[in-house]
Nanobody, 123 residues
Framework: QVQFVESGGGLVQPGGSLRLSCAAS????????IGWFRQAPGKEREGVSC????????YYADSVKGRFAISVDAAKNTVYLQMNSLKPEDTAVYYC????????????????WGQGTQVTVSS
């Protein structure tokens, strides 16, 4: 059974950092692309970042470039999203998701989803 367990969300002040974790079970990350998405209240789910485990390619939304970094720990079958210089507009529920081999741009292209973790950036 494919499952994700997400963790690392919380409340942080503007300018602060958080690291989100997405631990996968039931499949090996080597053959999948893992994306991070977020959804703020009243807004559509949007792509934040993605890593294609097969070739190591990474992608970032313009709004997070230079501030967020995605990485994979194959030994732990876990994907991380390091978030630095956080802004109030980063506040959202963050989800990790998986699809075969290569990154996709739309949430509809992803087959497996985590339960989400809340990130709140506020003073």
């Amino acid at each position: 059974q494919v499952q994700f367990v997400e963790s690392g969300g919380g409340l942080v002040q503007p300018g602060g950092s958080l690291r989100l974790s997405c631990a996968a079970s039931g499949f090996i990350l080597d053959y999948y692309a893992i994306g991070w998405f977020r959804q703020a209240p009243g807004k559509e789910r949007e792509g934040v970042s993605c890593i294609s485990s097969s070739d190591g390619m990474t992608y970032y939304a313009d709004s997070v470039k230079g501030r967020f970094a995605i990485s994979v720990d194959a030994a732990k079958n876990t994907v991380y999203l390091q978030m630095n210089s956080l802004k109030p507009e980063d506040t959202a529920v963050y989800y990790c998701a998986a699809r075969d081999l290569f990154c996709g741009t739309s949430p509809d292209e992803y087959d497996y989803w985590g339960q989400g973790t809340q990130v709140t950036v506020s003073s």
